[in-house]
């Protein structure tokens, strides 16, 4: 007999919701998750009540739930995939029992299956004030033999079936957040990483849009694994019409073996959806990284400029020139000295030296603590490069302990960039690192750490042969949190070959990552675009390089270098003994308005755009847009007589704005004989100009006529 009443559970964020349905004795059934609904408000029917069973269907209808299992008549991608030598190789939930964990909004469903012998605890939470949806699943094993899994996806999402584009980022080593956008089909869509760690690749978080949504209109969803090893996601059409989004870490075989009474807990995946377009997304996800973000002293501080030594002088660090490039870049406003690579025993190469984290002998006999101290009297923190889940074979780590790295008894040892990985799962392995570095810690007044993991994991296996990739996540987490907990004043910088390793999970213990290593002003610009997508400007790495860009070759002006870099966490890159006095003033201009600006960039919210002709533009401001700072960037030569007016759809249209052109002290003065008018002039002055919100926002500010890779910034602010 069929009813029309059902039990729901609704969760309400500020401007979006979702409902579950409760049939007794299953799984909750997906009823909803996108638009805001009203308090309450009773969907009306159970779903089964709603719909009729198609021809050549089985007679019980099954519908999307939270956790969709296979072999009981699901025949779309499961949500969990396991067996018992063979046996239990099907699932199905008898019992589902709702508890609130803090009422109205978070909520663990715990599932069973008298049959296989399994329970799934899956949380769900929803943040009221972001939109950020958070779910879990923890599967334990309630049999009395061991079960093998092989998927447990963190959460199961439905998605509309008016959905009509997944984007995605490929990518590789210096050349991150390469954007891929994909069509909706009756395909499957899917993206998986299997390199052990986060990857340059193939980053673990995609956004969905439907129809006629842009940058700043229109709804969109994310979601994002909070993870640093494999991971794999799956898009699939259902036959209602609507799609699942089922995002998990990837196990390697065995990995998901569980004993009688074991449990394990997947990453966390956040998620969530706007209907703000890409912008409103970001800045969902940029509230819950900075909620999540445990900064030492409990609240970010305004974040110190860098000097990182590594393309000013790689390898070649010796007191002496190094304490003369610390001394010339306390000189331009820096306030973080970070020591790169080639500080240790033995580390003059790339091919020698990882694991044996002491200071070395010939480059600095008397240890660190005359740099350090030198660095310190000028006014900057300290900071080390450290690569801790590495070895070298020619290191006296490796030579004591060869069978610390993991490895596949019988198969070639894999190296890259001539490093193997150390097997950090081991407790004695992990002792010895901390030991190494806390020793370093306690010794000086080190408060920053670039920590960096510059291969793949292959093979990954570990001391009994079993496969370690998940292992290796966990302890290089373990040995973060250990260390800070040990020393709470260390940040930590996440860096792997750049943007290797860029995720929520080691943003748990990490404050920063290096986005890149390619410092190319022209390269960043669309990698930090896509960067924005999922994490806020201040925890991003940014640079001002070289000129030519050792990755590529290409020169730009220091001017289009730093204005780049400006709303990041900005760092200089380079060898600032080098620097003519000219490149030395206008470096130190632009540092300074950096840190003019930099609390109005690194809080509040941020939107992006594309307004054509090669301009591509950022603006940062508070959440009431009252004032706010502009980047318009140059990316190309125009192809405009005249530059078309640049659109600001995010203004007030009700409000008045002043719009002040700024530029740093130092600034040479402009090239070009057609970009004075008397509006840029204006623009220009102390005063700027004032402009109607409707106006910037419908019709456009000017844009002067500019040659590529040029900025513009300004600063704009309600009247
Ligand atoms: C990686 C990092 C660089 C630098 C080098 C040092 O490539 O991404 O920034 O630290 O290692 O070896």
């Known amino acids: 007999m069929t009813t029309m009443s059902a039990e729901f559970i609704a969760l309400h964020g500020r401007c979006s919701s979702l409902v579950l349905e409760l049939p007794p004795g299953e799984a909750p059934l997906w009823r909803h998750w996108g638009a805001r609904l009203p308090d309450d408000l009773d969907p009306g029917a159970a779903l089964r009540d709603t719909r009729a069973l198609p021809t050549f269907a089985l007679d019980q209808d099954l519908p999307l739930t939270v ?118 089909t009756r395909s499957l869509w899917r993206r998986e990483s299997r390199r052990g760690r986060t990857s340059h690749d193939c980053f673990p978080g995609a956004v969905v849009t439907t129809p006629g949504a842009t940058a700043q209109t229109g709804r969109v969803f994310g979601a994002h694994l909070a993870w640093s090893g494999n991971h794999q996601q799956t898009i699939e059409w259902l036959h209602d019409g609507q799609y699942q989004w089922q995002f998990g870490e990837w196990l390697a075989p065995g990995e998901g073996r569980l004993a009688p009474g074991a449990s394990l807990t997947t990453p966390e995946l956040v998620a969530s959806c706007s209907d703000q377009g890409l912008d409103g997304l970001a800045a969902n996800f940029h509230a819950e990284l900075r909620r999540r973000l445990d900064w030492p002293g409990g609240a970010m501080r305004p974040r110190p400029v860098h000097l990182n030594t590594w393309e000013g002088v ?97 198969r070639p040892l894999l190296t890259a960039r001539n490093q193997l ?101 022209l390269s960043r610009v669309e990698m930090q675009h896509g960067f924005l997508q999922f994490f806020p400007p201040e925890i991003m790495g940014a640079h001002v390089g070289t000129a030519p860009a050792h990755t590529t070759g290409r020169t730009q002006s220091m001017a289009f270098r730093a204005a780049v870099a400006l709303s990041g966490h900005l760092g200089v890159e380079l060898d600032p003994r080098r620097l ?11 540092i300074a308005l950096h840190k003019q600006l930099r609390e109005r960039l690194h809080h509040g919210r941020v939107w992006r755009g594309e307004a054509g002709d090669g301009l591509r533009w950022q603006f940062h401001a508070d959440a009431d847009r009252a004032d706010g700072v502009l980047i318009v960037l140059r990316t190309r030569p125009s192809d405009h007589r005249q530059p078309p007016a640049l659109r600001l759809p995010m203004l007030d249209a009700a409000a008045r704005y002043r719009v002040r052109e700024l530029r740093p002290d130092g600034a040479p003065p402009r090239e070009g004989r ?27 500010l000017p844009m002067r006529r500019a040659p590529a890779e040029t900025a513009f910034i300004a600063r704009i602010e309600r009247v």
């Open 580 to 590: 003519s006095t000219e490149e030395a003033d206008e470096l130190r201009g632009w």
């Open 421 to 521: 990985v150390l097997d950090i799962a081991r407790p004695e392995a992990s002792d010895h690192l901390f030991e190494k570095i806390a020793a370093l810690l306690a010794a000086h007044p080190i408060r920053y750490l670039k920590w960096d993991l510059n291969r793949d994991l292959a093979p990954a296996g570990l001391g009994d042969g079993r496969a370690g990739y998940r292992a290796q996540v966990l302890a290089a987490y373990a040995l973060m949190a250990r260390l800070r907990a040990a020393f709470p004043e260390v940040e930590i910088e996440s860096c792997s070959g750049g943007g290797g390793r860029i995720d929520f999970g080691v943003l748990r213990h990490a404050h920063r990552v290096w986005t890149s290593d390619c410092i190319d002003a």
């Open 314 to 410: 790689y390898f070649d660090v010796h007191p002496g020139p190094v304490k003369a490039m610390a001394t010339a870049a306390a000189a331009l406003g820096i306030e973080r000295f970070v020591l790169d690579d080639g500080w240790f025993h033995g580390r003059h190469h790339d091919r020698a030296a990882l694991g044996d984290w002491w200071p070395d002998a010939t480059k600095f006999p008397d240890g660190l603590g005359g740099l350090i101290a030198h660095v310190n009297a000028l006014g900057m923190e300290f900071g080390l490069w450290v690569e801790p889940e590495m070895v070298s074979p020619d290191s006296e780590l490796f030579r004591a302990h060869p069978d610390w790295a993991l490895q596949i008894a019988g």
């Open 67 to 184: 956790a969709p299992v296979f072999g009981t008549g699901w025949f779309g991608q499961s949500a969990l995939l396991a067996h018992r030598e063979g046996r239990d190789f099907a699932q199905g939930w008898t019992g589902c029992v709702p508890e609130w964990t803090v009422p109205g909004r978070a909520l663990t469903l715990h599932l069973s299956d008298a049959v296989a012998q399994l329970r799934l605890d899956l949380s769900i939470t929803l943040d009221a004030d972001s939109d950020v949806l958070v779910l879990r699943a923890t599967l334990h094993n309630d049999g009395d033999s061991a079960l093998d899994l092989q998927w447990l996806a963190a959460g199961t999402l439905p998605l509309p079936g008016h959905c009509d584009a997944v984007r995605s980022f490929a990518g590789q080593h210096v050349h991150e957040f390469l954007p891929q956008t994909d069509p909706l």
């Open 674 to 700: 057609h970009d004075t008018a008397p509006f840029f002039d204006a623009q220009d002055s102390a005063e700027g100009v004032t402009l109607a919100g409707a106006w910037l926002a419908e019709v456009g």
